[in-house]
């Protein structure tokens, strides 16, 4: 399986500022994706980070709100810009495993203020 | 519309015995579901999965059933343990899993007393 971690743990912003989240795995993979739990509600899947291309959104989710990057096959991160108390959730990186399970990192916390 | 349902937001049992966890989808193109457990302040961590060609799935004192009629899919922990108090999402994919989008359930939180 692999460890991912992630930066920051926790943020509190003020709205209209954006706060860029960091994704560290400890082996290549293939496929990243990023999640959104927001209070008392599953994991939406926000967007799947593509290495060397842009990222695939879900509905709903748009790239100039969740800019994406890629640089390698370690590392992802993801930007939640322009804030609002809405974007207050948890947000999760995963990666895929070597069957069809992902594994998830630990999740940043972020409440706008 | 929440394709992935888990009906009961808790469930409380005492250590030794049974704990059964439930989930239930609308979506007849899901066949490959997933099982994960969170303790708070970390991410989900993978338990077990299974694919549609099964209606059974075991790893250690864990097994996942598939009703595929009925769309329905449980999880069975037996002896429960005070350490497998958390919550539990079920999850559900297309495709054999190879669709990697996953839908989730909201969770429940399972707490197994000493």
């Known amino acids: 399986s692999a460890v991912i971690s992630q930066k920051p743990s926790r943020d509190i912003c003020q709205r209209g500022t954006s706060l860029t989240i960091q994704c560290q795995v400890d082996?290549?993979?293939?496929?990243m994706f990023w999640y959104r739990q927001q209070p008392g509600q599953s994991l939406t899947l926000i967007a799947t980070a593509n290495q060397g291309s842009e990222a695939t959104y879900e509905s709903g989710f748009v790239i100039d709100k969740f800019p994406i990057s890629r640089p390698n096959l370690t590392f992802s991160t993801l930007t939640v810009s322009n804030m609002s108390p809405e974007d207050s959730s948890i947000y999760l990186c995963s990666a895929q495993g070597q069957a069809y399970e992902q594994y998830f990192g630990p999740g940043t916390r972020l409440t706008v203020t | 519309d929440q394709q992935v349902k888990q009906n009961s937001p808790s469930l409380s049992v005492q250590e030794g015995r049974i704990s059964i966890l439930n989930c239930d989808y609308t979506?007849?193109?899901?066949?490959?579901f997933l099982w994960y457990k969170k303790y708070p302040a970390e991410g989900p961590t993978f338990l077990i999965s299974?694919?549609?060609?099964?209606d059974k799935n075991e790893d250690g004192r864990f097994t996942v059933f598939l009703n595929k009629s009925a769309k329905h899919l449980s999880l069975h922990i037996v002896p429960s343990q005070p350490g497998d108090s958390a919550v539990y999402f079920c999850?559900?994919?297309?495709?054999?899993?190879?669709?990697?989008?996953?839908?989730f359930g909201k969770g429940t939180l399972l707490t197994v007393n000493p």
């Open positions: 082996s290549q993979v293939t496929m």
């Open positions: 299974i694919s549609s060609i099964k």
């Open positions: 999850a559900a994919s297309e495709g054999g899993g190879s669709n990697y989008k996953l839908t």
């Open positions: 979506n007849s193109m899901f066949d490959y």
